[in-house]
């Protein structure tokens, strides 16, 4: 039986920054570690995981970034190289940013000698909106290679804006996989974010040291609304080093208590995000 993906490895070989779109459920994770782990024996590929709700490289509510030398049979063990906290499971509030981080991590991964970059993105393809998240992302990475796997034209849109534009576009049949409901996804969501937090401990953190800010598109925060928050965690230069959990907030003291496995050393801000995880008892 001829192999329906096979010529994306062919075109992917030939690209330093490949971009992978499609529906939910339609194999885009598969074809990227496919494909990471074809191409990593010339060099060292990275992957760019911009799905922020289902997420395999990093948490849910991040962006993150894998660097392989070696080939990886499941890209959640992958070693982990970088993150962006966006605070939220949807890209919907914060399109712009979810763009802007991608673009950051695929410059990181190409400073670091990456010899292919290879980003997976969510399913959101569907109108406006998806067409628009789609195009940042394209824009703001500027890929060699779109590959597009669909079911029935869901991408096409994209694909002639970009063919028009002269981007290489490589069409794909999507998986015959199963499609997964809401309620699997949110399990998904909620069992990534527990394995991600299961050796957390409790830490305190000096906001007159350790200043936080509402994520991007936030308003404020909300004081004494914070418990379970989940809160992203940056080092001296900014850079996200790990997520935490809010335990509490002293107003009166000015001290925010946050579950997580990043050392207080490391913690010079804390980003406070839209999404809550309470674990289950």
Known sequence: ???PWAAALEVAAAAAVTVVIGPSDAGKTSL??????????AGEVAVVDADLGQSVVGPPTTIGLARLRAPAADLARAPLAGLEFLGVTSPV??????????????????AAGAVRVLVDTSGLV?????????????????????????RANECEAVALHYEAAGLRVLRLPA????RRSAEARRRYREQALAAYLAAAVPVTLELARV?????????GLVVGALDDVLVGLEDERGDTVGLGRVC???VKAATLTVETAVGAGRIAAVT???ERFRPAA
């Open 1 to 3: 039986m001829t192999d």
């Open 32 to 41: 990227v570690a496919r494909l990471a782990g074809a191409l990593v024996g």
């Open 93 to 110: 509030p914060c399109l712009r940013a979810t763009a802007a981080a991608t673009r950051r991590l695929v410059e990181r991964a190409r």
């Open 126 to 150: 569907h109108g406006e909106v998806g067409r628009a998240l789609k195009r940042l992302k394209i824009d703001a990475v500027a890929p060699d290679l779109l590959l597009v796997l669909q």
């Open 175 to 178: 998986a015959r996989a199963r």
């Open 211 to 219: 200043p936080a800010r509402p994520v991007a598109g936030a308003r």
């Open 248 to 250: 509490a907030l002293d």
């Open 272 to 274: 406070i995000g839209r």
